[in-house]
């Protein structure tokens, strides 16, 4: 059998509460409530087994100005981040209740990506991992960067359908289709059964 962690992306109030920056800014995090249940059943169900969970924070770092930089690409999809949202120390870059006491291993994030300029790897590497359980947001940018990278380095990825969401549902399911060619894609029911009999 594999030996795996569940990496979780982006859990993050600013980003999956209604009172955090990215819903009061247009960005509705709906969807993202919604599949909270499923990834606490899937958290108890890996600490149950003895599957170590990591999660990935949204970071954004500021100068001495208190504006945000070295944002890249997200400057301009989300730029109201460069004066508010995302700050270490702060309840938005804290994750979400539900989330944060189950928790192994936390790890900020600067781009688009797990892995660019993040300390994944190591964490990967001195906990022997080969088998990556994905979820969190969002399945058209963080989760499908992510799953692609891992898979490029050779990791096995298993990303959970109902774990897992989008702003807008076609680009979920679009991008759970491209996940599915070079990963795995299932239910987090079909990943519980399927581990128990011992098949991933």
Same mark, same amino acid.
């Given at each position: 059998?594999?030996?795996?962690?569940?990496?979780?992306?982006?859990?993050?109030?600013?980003?999956?509460?209604?009172?955090?920056?990215?819903?009061?800014?247009?960005?509705?995090?709906?969807?993202?409530?919604?599949?909270?249940? $499923?990834?606490?059943?899937?958290?108890?169900?890996?600490?149950?087994?003895?599957?170590?969970?990591?999660?990935?924070?949204?970071?954004?770092?500021?100068?001495?100005? #208190?504006?945000?930089?070295?944002?890249?690409?997200?400057?301009?999809?989300?730029?109201?981040?460069?004066?508010?949202?995302?700050?270490?120390?702060?309840?938005?870059?804290?994750?979400?209740?539900?989330? #944060? $006491?189950?928790?192994?291993?936390?790890?900020?994030?600067?781009?688009?990506?797990?892995?660019?300029?993040?300390?994944?790897?190591?964490? =990967?590497?001195?906990?022997?991992? $080969?088998?990556?359980?994905?979820?969190?947001?969002?399945? !058209?940018?963080?989760?499908?960067?992510?799953?692609?990278?891992?898979?490029?380095?050779?990791?096995?990825?298993?990303?959970?359908?109902?774990?897992?969401?989008?702003?807008?549902?076609?680009?979920?399911?679009?991008? =759970?289709?491209?996940? !599915?060619?070079?990963?795995?894609?299932?239910?987090?029911?079909?990943?519980?059964?399927?581990?128990?009999?011992? #098949?991933?």
């Amino acid at each position: 059998m594999s030996n795996s962690a569940l990496l979780l992306l982006d859990l993050q109030n600013d980003i999956c509460h209604e009172e955090g920056i990215f819903h009061k800014n247009g960005l509705d995090c709906t969807n993202f409530t919604k599949i909270i249940p $499923n990834i606490v059943d899937m958290m108890f169900f890996c600490k149950e087994h003895h599957i170590p969970i990591i999660v990935v924070q949204h970071s954004v770092l500021e100068d001495m100005d #208190k504006v945000g930089v070295g944002l890249g690409i997200y400057k301009k999809i989300i730029p109201f981040i460069q004066t508010e949202g995302l700050r270490e120390n702060t309840w938005g870059h804290d994750l979400l209740d539900e989330i #944060k $006491n189950h928790v192994d291993y936390k790890i900020k994030r600067w781009t688009m990506s797990a892995f660019y300029h993040t300390e994944l790897v190591r964490y =990967l590497v001195a906990l022997r991992i $080969n088998q990556l359980i994905i979820a969190g947001r969002t399945t !058209n940018d963080i989760v499908e960067t992510t799953a692609r990278e891992a898979a490029a380095r050779n990791y096995k990825t298993i990303t959970i359908s109902d774990c897992t969401a989008s702003y807008s549902e076609k680009m979920h399911l679009a991008s =759970l289709t491209n996940i !599915n060619n070079f990963g795995q894609v299932i239910s987090s029911k079909n990943f519980q059964d399927s581990f128990l009999e011992e #098949k991933i």
